[in-house]
């Protein structure tokens, strides 16, 4: 059976002024992958992300998200997915199942839905006894476990994780990516970006961008035997090392 692609560009470029951020990025993701997407500070993901997000428009270049085209479908590509970043948190001052609740409705869920879906949550993260917590009193990593499940509370095609592990332990973020595994299982796509290269491991596809363009993009085994590199860090910093920005 093929395998269906549900982001796809061709060619996207942002340029800011005369300053190319992104610069002519082509690939495809098909569905259920888990695709890392790694570079140094100021490579341009951030950037990438939001035009795909329909948050940005590109300058150039064409991209599609569950086959709708980014530059023309943005309220359609907004209830296909799903987004979560370091910064990103939930409400601080309602309780766990209040959030839940919450974003439940935003995303147009029914009131069976969202009870069905906060059960689920509750139980799978083990949060029967802080349901009535409010989330700020909760350790960051069960923060951003929770940040995962709301974002994907409306089942939706594709989630983008912009280094949502970030200042989380080992032990949690290991959690962490099980959760992904499992939404991965369920079929819904996983855009991730991060700066850990143990997780870079963890994924199906790894592309690596420099100054704006993808510098390789392949498994993270195949990158390895490729560039002869030792470990993904390895690997990493030798693509890496000839960036000419270090930070934004
Ligand atoms: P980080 O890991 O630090 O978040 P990044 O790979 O996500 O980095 P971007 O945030 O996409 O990188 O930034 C890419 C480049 O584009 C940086 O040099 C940044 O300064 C620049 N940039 C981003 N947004 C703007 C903007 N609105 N106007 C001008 N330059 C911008």
Redesign the pocket.
């Known amino acids: 059976m093929k395998e269906e692609i549900v982001i796809e560009t061709n060619g996207l470029t942002k340029k800011?002024?005369s300053?190319t951020?992104?610069d002519q990025i082509t690939f495809q993701v098909t569905k259920g992958e888990i695709f890392g997407f790694l570079?140094?500070?100021?490579?341009?993901?951030?950037?990438?992300m939001k035009m795909l997000c329909g948050l940005l428009e590109p300058t150039s270049g064409k991209a599609t998200i569950a086959g709708f085209d980014i530059y023309r479908k943005t309220e359609q590509i907004k209830k296909k997915i799903g987004y979560m970043s370091q910064k990103f948190s939930l409400y601080e001052d309602l309780t766990v199942i209040e959030n839940i609740r919450f974003f439940g409705g935003i995303y147009g869920l029914s009131g069976k839905q969202i009870k069905e879906r906060s059960r689920v949550i509750i139980s799978k993260l083990n949060l029967e006894e802080s349901q009535h917590k409010l989330v700020g009193s909760l350790p960051l990593g069960w923060k951003q476990k929770l940040s995962f499940s709301v974002a994907i509370l409306h089942e939706p095609t594709i989630v983008f994780l912009d280094?949502p592990t970030g200042g989380v332990d080992p032990v949690t973020r290991r959690q962490f990516w099980d959760l992904i595994y499992d939404a991965s299982d369920q079929g819904i796509t996983i855009f991730v970006?991060t700066?850990y290269m143990d997780e870079a491991e963890y994924c199906n596809r790894v592309s690596i961008?420099v100054d704006?363009a993808i510098k390789a993009l392949d498994t993270p085994k195949n990158l390895k035997r490729t560039y002869g590199a030792s470990s993904m860090d390895d690997l990493f910093y030798q693509l890496a090392r000839g960036a000419q920005?270090t930070?934004?």
């Open positions: 800011f002024g300053f951020a992104v570079g140094a500070n100021g490579a341009g993901k951030t950037t990438a280094e970006t700066h961008m704006g920005r930070s934004d």
